[in-house]
Antibody, heavy 123, light 108 residues
Framework: QITLKESGPSLVKPTQTLTLTCTFSGFSLTTNGVAVAWIRQPPGKALEWLAL???????RYSPSLKSRLTIIKDTSKNQVVLTMTDMDPVDTATYYC???????????????WGRGTRVNVSS | SSVLTQAPSVSVAPGETATITCGGKNIERKSVHWYQQKAGQAPMLVIYHDSDRPSGIPERFSGSNSGNTATLTISRVEAGDEADYYC???????????FGTGTKVTVL
């Protein structure tokens, strides 16, 4: 059974750097085809894809946020970490991590999601 | 990058059919996925690759994709189908992931 769980601060100040951790089980990020993504959702608004990391350490970033994002994996801990610099109140959102497998029929889709973690940006 | 446009809301009576559209330029050339998000919950994949259902998703959920519009159809709507629905595309390994604007389905 695949599970993912997001963790991180619930409150950050403007200009600070946000660090979020996705801890997963039921799969390995060393397995061909596996990827983990970060997606966010501001209150009352739509989903927004942020970043994704593949099993081979290839990475993808949202073009609009690329300069502020870094995604890394720690396969020994079964974790994926997202950092976002220069936080602003508009970055207030629920942040989700999700699983993808590009070698499965669900390629390009996020088949399993974590419950999300709410981050507020305020001074 | 792609822009995926969805109607903000759709209302449907129980037992009727809900049709949710996702508009994008030449969207038929891409694989469209659909997610259901109930209030306070994480999204859940209900349709992938235009029309395939993950295990456990009722046959009442179906999808299609043609021209500039992808469609999610929910037949015999139930109260439990009330949720926000998002379409999503992926353009390939060199491209990115884009979500639609979302449609709130209200069961009357």
């Amino acid at each position: 059974q695949i599970t993912l769980k997001e963790s991180g601060p619930s409150l950050v100040k403007p200009t600070q750097t946000l660090t979020l951790t996705c801890t997963f089980s039921g799969f390995s990020l060393t397995t061909n085809g596996v990827a983990v993504a970060w997606i966010r959702q501001p209150p009352g608004k739509a989903l927004e894809w942020l970043a994704l990391i593949y099993w081979d350490d290839d990475k993808r970033y949202s073009p609009s946020l690329k300069s502020r994002l870094t995604i890394i994996k720690d396969t020994s801990k079964n974790q994926v970490v997202l950092t976002m610099t220069d936080m602003d109140p508009v970055d207030t959102a629920t942040y989700y991590c999700a699983h993808e497998n590009v070698e499965m029929p669900t390629i390009g889709a996020f088949d399993i999601w974590g419950r999300g973690t709410r981050v507020n940006v305020s001074s | 990058s792609s822009v995926l446009t969805q109607a903000p809301s759709v209302s449907v009576a129980p037992g009727e059919t809900a049709t949710i559209t996702c508009g994008g330029k030449n969207i038929e050339r891409k694989s469209v996925h659909w997610y259901q998000q109930k209030a306070g919950q994480a999204p859940m994949l209900v349709i992938y690759h235009d029309s395939d259902r993950p295990s456990g998703i009722p046959e009442r959920f179906s999808g299609s994709n043609s021209g500039n519009t992808a469609t999610l159809t929910i037949s015999r709507v139930e109260a439990g189908d009330e949720a926000d629905y998002y379409c999503q595309v992926w353009g390939g390994t060199s491209e990115h992931y884009v979500f639609g604007t979302g449609t709130k389905v209200t069961v009357l």
